[in-house]
């Protein structure tokens, strides 16, 4: 007998009889400082603090929500699977050690699990050396510091050499196709999961999209603010940044309205 599919009916069934279709916020993060030490990098939106990065977890811990996984995803949006209530998904972007040794420990206490985007070719380039983290600067991490955290971290790509913008626009919006399945295919060198993609800088087009489903991509990230539900397409997922200045009032208001039962 197959439990997890009786389950799955069960869950159906039961998401049918709610009142509104189930949707999953999914939170993204990049850089994590303890204040004590982040001198250079307090106007930077995207550098959340250490204390209020926990103080998020710890709210979402004590509130019984549940971490959602790149197969859970798949499932919910491919074979309508309803997830547990109170899930949401957390992201990392870019690839900063900081996420290793800031992130990780935090996660890890609480049970959560998270997906870390790469730049992938950031990871090639450091090779088996990883600099202690720089406070007063951004450090990248390396393969082998990945080591270890699989019980909390998923990897994936983020591209692995077409991040970098010009007037505006990144090397992979303005790629032609063979280009943007090369460069992905590249990334999938240094990344466990092959099917997920976070775009760089949020920016797709048509070529974009039939490159990365040349390549295997089925589940693509932007960063349009908004809850992913089963009607939700699955190359243009939205998702909510948490900022710097992002309070415990919003935060709650984020992961609350993704409808929390």
């Not at 197959?2 to 009142?19: E, F, H, M, Q, Y």
């Not at 949707?23 to 004590?36: A, T």
């Not at 900081?98 to 790469?118: D, H, Q």
């Not at 399945?181 to 920016?203: C, E, I, K, M």
Request: proline residues 4%.
């Amino acid at each position: 007998m197959n439990w997890k599919w009786i389950i799955a009916v069960l869950l159906i069934v039961l998401t049918a009889c709610g009142s509104r279709p189930q949707r999953i916020p999914v939170l993204l993060y990049h850089h994590i400082l303890p204040d004590e030490v982040n001198r250079y990098f307090r106007d930077n939106e995207a550098t959340v603090s250490l204390e209020n990065f926990r103080e998020q977890m710890q709210y979402l811990y004590d509130n019984d929500f549940h971490t959602v996984t790149i197969d859970e995803l798949e499932d919910f949006l491919f074979n309508g699977i309803p997830l547990p209530p109170n899930s949401v998904m957390i992201h990392f972007d870019d690839g900063y050690y900081s996420n290793i040794v800031y992130a990780y420990p935090i996660l890890r206490e609480f049970g959560f699990t998270a997906v870390l985007f790469f730049i992938t070719h950031l990871i090639e380039d450091l090779g088996d050396y990883q600099p202690p983290i720089d406070h007063d600067d951004l450090t990248w991490t390396a393969a082998h510091s990945i080591l270890g955290t699989e019980t909390v971290f998923e990897t994936a790509s983020h591209s692995h050499n077409l991040h970098r913008a010009y007037d505006g626009y990144t090397l992979l919006y303005m790629a032609d196709l063979e280009t943007v399945v090369s460069d992905t295919l590249r990334s999938f060198d240094f990344v466990n999961d092959h099917r997920a993609f976070s775009y760089p800088r949020g920016q797709y087009n048509e070529v974009v999209l039939e490159g990365l489903s040349r390549a295997g991509i089925t589940m693509a990230f932007t960063t349009r603010e908004g809850f992913i539900t089963m009607e939700s397409d699955p190359m243009s997922l939205e998702r909510f940044i948490i900022f710097h200045d992002t309070g415990m009032e919003r935060f709650g208001n984020i992961v609350n309205r993704g409808g929390r039962r």
